[in-house]
């Protein structure tokens, strides 16, 4: 196998089942005997975590600040774990990463794309995930499932359109990049969810084991 790690991130709107499936993804890696680091956005190191509660907390950000925000986390949560992680042959599996920066402010907060490709590329120098899980489900199942969960932080207590334009986003995202980003249809049965993502996880630890 090569000596770098693999990047893969799941994402998707509220209560598409990420958590689930990303102790999933890791079971299914580790059985191969690869080592994984989960990991979520934002968040993940101390700095990204603190800067988390302020973004899920009541504060009324801007949308522009929000956004500066979230890279600021993203910009330490690379730094400090992601890349170093890599570089030691370790997978690395993120509950989200710059897909939702694309879609919850680009789509939900309608800023301009252009601005998010701008920090992308000036903070990330080139990283992008090496395979991204989309589950994607009807805006309503994953509120009521959010809901039902209690679970009612700042984003998951946004409107029906915005999440709307969230998910019409992220579909757009993988429309753009089909190789990168695999559609996941997230209202299907847990099983025939897991199957999906299992092929897509094989895939990848083939084309790396060469
Ligand atoms: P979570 O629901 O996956 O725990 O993430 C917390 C919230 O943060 C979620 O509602 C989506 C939001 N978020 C953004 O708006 N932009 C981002 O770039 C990231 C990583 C998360």
């Given at each position: 196998?090569?000596?770098?790690?693999?990047?893969?991130?799941?994402?998707?709107?509220?209560?598409?089942g990420?958590?689930t499936?990303?102790?999933?993804?890791?079971?299914?890696?580790?059985?191969?005997?690869?080592?994984?680091?989960?990991?979520?956005?934002?968040?993940?190191?101390?700095?990204?975590?603190?800067?988390?509660?302020?973004?899920?907390?009541?504060?009324?950000?801007?949308?522009?600040?929000?956004?500066?925000?979230?890279?600021?986390?993203?910009?330490?949560?690379?730094?400090?774990?992601?890349?170093?992680?890599?570089?030691?042959?370790?997978?690395?599996?993120?509950?989200?990463?710059?897909?939702?920066?694309?879609?919850?402010?680009?789509?939900?907060?309608?800023?301009?794309?252009?601005?998010?490709?701008?920090?992308?590329?000036?903070?990330?120098?080139?990283?992008?995930?090496?395979?991204?899980?989309?589950?994607?489900?009807?805006?309503?199942?994953?509120?009521?499932?959010?809901?039902?969960?209690?679970?009612?932080?700042?984003?998951?207590?946004?409107?029906?359109?915005?999440?709307?334009?969230?998910?019409?986003?992220?579909?757009?995202?993988?429309?753009?990049?089909?190789?990168?980003?695999?559609?996941?249809?997230?209202?299907q049965p847990l099983l025939q969810v897991q199957?999906?993502?299992?092929?897509?996880?094989?895939?990848?630890?083939?084309?790396?084991?060469?």
């Open positions: 196998m090569s000596k770098r790690g693999r990047f893969i991130t799941l994402e998707g709107g509220e209560g598409v990420k958590t499936n990303l102790a999933y993804v890791r079971r299914f890696l580790e059985a191969w005997g690869i080592e994984v680091v989960t990991t979520r956005e934002p968040g993940g190191v101390a700095v990204a975590e603190r800067l988390r509660e302020l973004l899920v907390g009541k504060e009324p950000w801007l949308p522009e600040a929000e956004l500066l925000l979230l890279f600021a986390a993203r910009f330490h949560h690379v730094r400090e774990l992601i890349l170093p992680a890599l570089a030691q042959g370790k997978w690395v599996v993120s509950d989200r990463f710059t897909d939702a920066s694309y879609a919850y402010q680009g789509g939900g907060r309608e800023l301009p794309w252009q601005r998010i490709r701008y920090l992308e590329d000036w903070l990330l120098a080139g990283l992008k995930p090496d395979l991204t899980l989309l589950l994607d489900a009807p805006v309503e199942v994953g509120l009521a499932r959010a809901r039902a969960r209690g679970e009612t932080n700042r984003f998951e207590a946004e409107t029906q359109a915005f999440m709307q334009r969230v998910r019409r986003a992220y579909l757009s995202l993988w429309q753009q990049e089909p190789d990168r980003i695999k559609r996941i249809d997230a209202s199957l999906e993502i299992a092929g897509h996880l094989k895939a990848l630890v083939e084309r790396a084991r060469g």
